[in-house]
């Protein structure tokens, strides 16, 4: 439970919530404190000041006598909420809102307020307090510092709305929390269950991927990644199924002739070895091209690259196969700047590519066709290209003309169409050179094979 991602949110979403509360209780109660505090203090201030006054002034009218004080002093207290405490000028309680210690000394250290004898009203107002010498009294306001604490009341509230407003909020994150976890782990949920049924064999299987943002991409994304892994699980199976076959077909061969010889129904003359002895060449160059092909998939071929003359490998592999072209009737040439920059290559791959692809040219090339090899420089590589006016690829075809025993004839047997590897090797090749091989064709109009090796880093850099 702990760890299921239901829990985890609402977790987040109480973490998030006490934390913003909790930051913003603190600014409140530190920043509002000292200007409540000073609100109180000036509200005590005008209080005093006005109860200065009332005193004062009931003092003038009242004949000057403090007679009946007490009645008023009881209401202030009672209505302001306070202990206050009226002395005349020689020191004698004449009222006290508690109602007690009447005609004695007061005794006191707290601070008190000197009431003085109003001056006589002016135009329109009231009598104002002076600064004249002529002492009435004295006043003490709270003199046991029995201040009601308003502002820490007042904090003690916000304080408990805070709290109120917090355990409100984790309600209301409660319910988000299952309303979005559902809608969150759904497609999690259903992500796991594909990748189980995937993780078990059933390529098939595919995650709904609806409306946009993250959820949408990583559905997006694991239905391609299943879609590659679906396409090389049916590659894997049909290079097991096509090496079978490819190996059945020699080993059938070479069985019968043996067992005809074993029988004396065939006698191992010149003919019968001949015989055999191309069965298990044909063989042995499957099983090469097999290996060649694996150690390439694993990116364990060892090439010995250096700086070399790209533009001689060319034509020593024309050399190669300008007898069978000429037997065939087939117009085999080059095409090549005067010089090119040194390529980093191996140069006897690089020989392999060009007698695949030649290869395949001559072979789908009809009498009095054209072959032209070409090369060019393009940025940091050399563009080498094999084009040719044969029968051409089908667009369908094409995507999966390097494809591992992949023929575009099917009635092409291994003996005149070859053991369908050798495109494979040679994109990989050129890949373990850093380059790319790409196609173009049409059918009827023929097709045009280029690939790229990098221009020699030396050059590059100087």
Same mark, same amino acid.
């Given at each position: 439970?702990?760890?299921?991602?239901?829990?985890?949110?609402?977790?987040?979403?109480?973490?998030?919530?006490?934390?913003?509360?909790?930051?913003?209780?603190?600014?409140?109660?530190?920043?509002?404190?000292?200007?409540?505090?000073?609100?109180?203090?000036?509200?005590?201030?005008?209080?005093?000041?006005?109860?200065?006054?009332?005193?004062?002034?009931?003092?003038?009218?009242?004949?000057?006598?403090?007679?009946?004080?007490?009645?008023?002093?009881?209401?202030?207290?009672?209505?302001?909420?306070?202990?206050?405490?009226?002395?005349?000028?020689?020191?004698?309680?004449?009222?006290?809102?508690?109602?007690?210690?009447?005609?004695?000394?007061?005794?006191?250290?707290?601070?008190?307020?000197?009431?003085?004898?109003?001056?006589?009203?002016?135009?329109?107002?009231?009598?104002?307090?002076?600064?004249?010498?002529?002492?009435?009294?004295?006043?003490?306001?709270?003199?046991?510092?029995?201040?009601?604490?308003?502002?820490?009341?007042?904090?003690?509230?916000?304080?408990?709305?805070?709290?109120?407003?917090?355990?409100?909020?984790?309600?209301?994150?409660?319910?988000?929390?299952?309303?979005?976890?559902?809608?969150?782990?759904?497609?999690?949920?259903?992500?796991?269950?594909?990748?189980?049924?995937?993780?078990?064999?059933?390529?098939?299987?595919?995650?709904?991927?609806?409306?946009?943002?993250?959820?949408?991409?990583?559905?997006?994304?694991?239905?391609?990644?299943?879609?590659?892994?679906?396409?090389?699980?049916?590659?894997?199976?049909?290079?097991?199924?096509?090496?079978?076959?490819?190996?059945?077909?020699?080993?059938?061969?070479?069985?019968?002739?043996?067992?005809?010889?074993?029988?004396?129904?065939?006698?191992?003359?010149?003919?019968?070895?001949?015989?055999?002895?191309?069965?298990?060449?044909?063989?042995?160059?499957?099983?090469?091209?097999?290996?060649?092909?694996? +150690?390439? #998939? *694993?990116?364990?071929? !060892?090439?010995?690259? @250096?700086? =070399?003359?790209?533009? /001689?490998?060319?034509?020593?592999?024309?050399?190669?196969?300008?007898?069978?072209?000429?037997?065939?009737?087939?117009?085999?040439?080059?095409?090549?700047?005067?010089?090119?920059?040194?390529?980093?290559?191996?140069?006897?791959?690089?020989?392999?590519?060009?007698?695949?692809?030649?290869?395949?040219?001559?072979?789908?090339?009809?009498?009095?066709?054209?072959?032209?090899?070409?090369?060019?420089?393009?940025?940091?590589?050399?563009?080498?290209?094999?084009?040719?006016?044969?029968?051409?690829?089908?667009?369908?075809?094409?995507?999966?003309?390097?494809?591992?025993?992949?023929?575009?004839?099917?009635?092409?047997?291994?003996?005149?169409?070859?053991?369908?590897?050798?495109?494979?090797?040679?994109?990989? +090749?050129? #890949? *373990?050179?850093?380059? !790319?091989?790409?196609? @173009?064709? =049409?059918?009827?109009? /023929?097709?045009?094979?280029?690939?790229?090796?990098?221009?020699?880093?030396?050059?590059?850099?100087?």
């Amino acid at each position: 439970m702990i760890h299921s991602l239901q829990f985890r949110l609402l977790l987040a979403f109480v973490l998030v919530i006490l934390v913003a509360i909790g930051t913003v209780s603190i600014f409140v109660v530190r920043n509002t404190g000292s200007e409540l505090e000073q609100f109180d203090i000036r509200a005590e201030q005008n209080q005093a000041a006005r109860t200065e006054f009332l005193l004062s002034y009931y003092y003038s009218i009242n004949n000057m006598s403090w007679d009946g004080v007490q009645t008023i002093v009881e209401q202030m207290g009672t209505t302001e909420g306070q202990h206050i405490v009226v002395t005349d000028a020689t020191g004698i309680i004449v009222a006290n809102s508690q109602g007690n210690s009447l005609g004695k000394q007061y005794h006191t250290t707290a601070p008190g307020i000197k009431l003085f004898l109003p001056s006589p009203p002016s135009w329109g107002g009231r009598p104002t307090s002076s600064s004249q010498e002529t002492v009435i009294g004295t006043l003490y306001i709270n003199p046991e510092n029995a201040r009601p604490a308003l502002t820490k009341n007042l904090a003690d509230t916000i304080n408990r709305f805070l709290l109120w407003g917090g355990l409100l909020a984790i309600a209301i994150a409660l319910v988000l929390t299952l309303v979005l976890s559902r809608r969150i782990s759904s497609p999690v949920r259903a992500l796991t269950m594909t990748a189980r049924k995937l993780g078990q064999g059933d390529f098939s299987q595919r995650v709904p991927s609806k409306g946009k943002g993250e959820m949408a991409e990583l559905a997006q994304a694991f239905n391609s990644m299943a879609d590659d892994i679906e396409r090389d699980e049916k590659l894997r199976q049909n290079l097991v199924a096509d090496t079978a076959h490819e190996l059945r077909t020699p080993l059938s061969n070479l069985r019968g002739y043996l067992e005809a010889i074993k029988d004396d129904v065939v006698k191992p003359d010149a003919t019968t070895i001949n015989s055999l002895y191309e069965e298990v060449t044909l063989l042995t160059r499957l099983v090469d091209d097999l290996q060649e092909l694996a +150690l390439a #998939e *694993a990116s364990e071929l !060892k090439l010995v690259m @250096q700086a =070399e003359d790209i533009t /001689g490998v060319i034509k020593q592999a024309v050399v190669s196969f300008q007898s069978q072209a000429v037997d065939k009737g087939i117009s085999l040439r080059t095409d090549l700047p005067d010089k090119l920059p040194l390529c980093d290559i191996d140069s006897q791959r690089i020989a392999q590519i060009l007698h695949n692809l030649i290869s395949n040219a001559v072979t789908h090339t009809p009498r009095e066709g054209n072959i032209t090899i070409s090369a060019r420089e393009s940025g940091n590589h050399i563009e080498v290209t094999v084009a040719d006016t044969g029968e051409g690829i089908p667009a369908e075809e094409l995507p999966n003309i390097f494809e591992r025993f992949y023929r575009v004839d099917r009635s092409r047997s291994r003996r005149t169409g070859g053991s369908g590897l050798g495109l494979t090797i040679a994109k990989r +090749l050129v #890949e *373990a050179h850093g380059g !790319k091989i790409s196609v @173009q064709s =049409e059918p009827g109009k /023929g097709s045009r094979f280029t690939f790229t090796v990098p221009i020699s880093s030396d050059l590059i850099n100087s």
